[in-house]
């Protein structure tokens, strides 16, 4: 009981925070903006912080539980989620061909208010990048299996503790502060009023992708786990609304642990082991919207979709930069220009269409890569651990 109170106080607070956090970008003027991106700032700063932290805290024990079946799992999980990027994808391309040359959307974007300048910055740069963190706790993990070092699997586990105490007890209190200070810039600069009508049908057709391919994911992972999908879906409302203020896949991270630890279905060690990792290569939202955008802005900018030759090479590449790209705001469209301006040809105007149009609803593509992370996260029990019951979380 005590944990559904959890859940529900703490979605309470993320809504209040994208309230409050709005309306006090609409009344606010430069000087009060200047402290609340001043805010911002610091809490990204410390939050950005404790990811990698988070990844190797979590990850790396959680292989050391897992034993010889770790490797299998790795593979298994890049496995998942590239033909989840990739399916997306090819789902928001079928859409495209039947539905965009069928759409009138202006091409014209208008101009945003800029935010002011930061008055106070404290820097607090990670101690690595998150890549560099997920593969320092696999190797560490797996590493601690072929020599059995045992002091090393208990400091782990004593890292894990210290990091959950973290999280709880600092990432997460900071969370509804951050999403209100960022609410509140893009009520400011005018995202919310002035640029989100302009394509209000593209974006609503995206977010029904989204439902569309969690229903799908779901669906599978229920096939395959022998486990009802609701029973991790149902938990995962904060993570949710998380990622929608956050913008990140790794900053709502804390969250999603939290979330999917609840589920009766998902052991222990599959959670801390699946939702980091999830978190930095699992982005089948991202994939799904930008590739739906991409299609839309050729149209519009070129006057002709790509041929399915073309969408197919793109989609193709796209899932195997998707796994790489940072989960940070706009990660995985930055990870991809490449591939936009070499294999669909865009210019200059196309890209800078393409980055405004992703910024709009960048909140709900990361909501769905989060999500979807419950998915593989249940893919992987079926897989490795469809005979044993839950794990006990003490």
């Known amino acids: 009981m005590s944990k559904s109170k959890n859940e529900f106080g703490l979605i309470l607070k993320l809504l209040a925070g994208i309230v409050i956090g709005a309306l006090i970008g609409f009344a606010a003027n430069e000087n ?62 079928l859409a495209g061909y039947a539905i965009i040359p069928h759409l ?5 974007v208008a101009a945003l208010h800029p935010l002011p300048d930061v008055l106070f910055k404290l820097d607090i740069p990670p101690v690595m990048p998150v890549m560099t963190a997920l593969v320092t706790a696999v190797l560490i993990g797996i590493a601690s299996l072929w020599t059995r070092a045992e002091i090393m699997v208990r400091l782990l586990d004593e890292l894990e503790a210290i990091m959950l105490k973290i ?3 600092v990432v997460i209190p900071l969370l509804p502060l951050f999403i209100a200070a960022t609410f509140a810039g893009l009520a400011y600069e005018g995202s919310l009023t002035r640029q989100l009508p302009v394509f209000l049908k593209v974006i609503i057709l995206v977010l029904l992708g989204h439902y569309i391919w969690l229903a799908v994911l779901y669906s599978i992972a229920g096939i395959v786990s022998g ?14 609304l998380t990622a929608v203020g956050t913008m990140s896949s790794a900053a709502t991270l804390p969250v999603s642990l939290s979330c999917a630890s609840r589920s009766s279905v998902l052991s222990k060690e599959m959670v801390e082991f699946a939702v980091p990792l999830g978190a930095t290569i699992h982005l089948c939202g991202s994939v799904l919207t930008e590739t739906f955008f991409a299609m839309t802005i050729s149209m519009l900018l070129y006057g002709y979709l790509p041929s399915p030759a073309t969408m197919a090479v ?26 936009v301006v070499s294999v669909l040809g865009f210019d200059p105007a196309g890209v800078a269409l393409l ?4 910024a709009l609803q960048d909140s709900f593509g990361t909501a769905c890569n989060v999500t979807g992370d419950g ?7 079926g897989l490795f651990n469809r005979s044993k019951g839950k794990v006990s979380q003490a």
């Not at 979590?58 to 033909?83: D, E, K």
């Not at 009802?228 to 904060?238: D, R, T, W």
């Not at 998915?375 to 029990?381: G, N, P, S, T, V």
Request: net charge positive; with cysteine; proline share 6%.
């Open 32 to 93: 009060v903006m200047q402290v609340v991106m001043s805010l911002k700032y610091v809490l990204g700063q410390i939050i950005f912080y404790t990811v990698p932290l988070v990844i190797i805290a979590f990850i790396a024990p959680a292989i050391t539980r897992l034993g010889q079946n770790a490797s299998r799992m790795l593979i298994a999980a890049l496995v998942i989620a590239y033909i989840s990027s990739v399916g997306a994808a090819t789902m928001s391309c």
């Open 104 to 108: 009138s959307v202006p091409t014209a």
């Open 167 to 169: 999280v709880s007890n």
């Open 227 to 240: 486990r009802n999908p609701l029973e991790v879906l149902c938990h995962y409302g904060p993570a949710y």
């Open 314 to 339: 793109f989609i193709a590449l796209f899932g195997v930069f998707a796994i790489g790209a940072p989960g940070v705001p706009g990660g995985t469209v930055m990870a991809s220009l490449g591939i």
């Open 355 to 358: 980055l405004a149009i992703f």
């Open 375 to 381: 998915a593989m996260a249940l893919m992987l029990e």
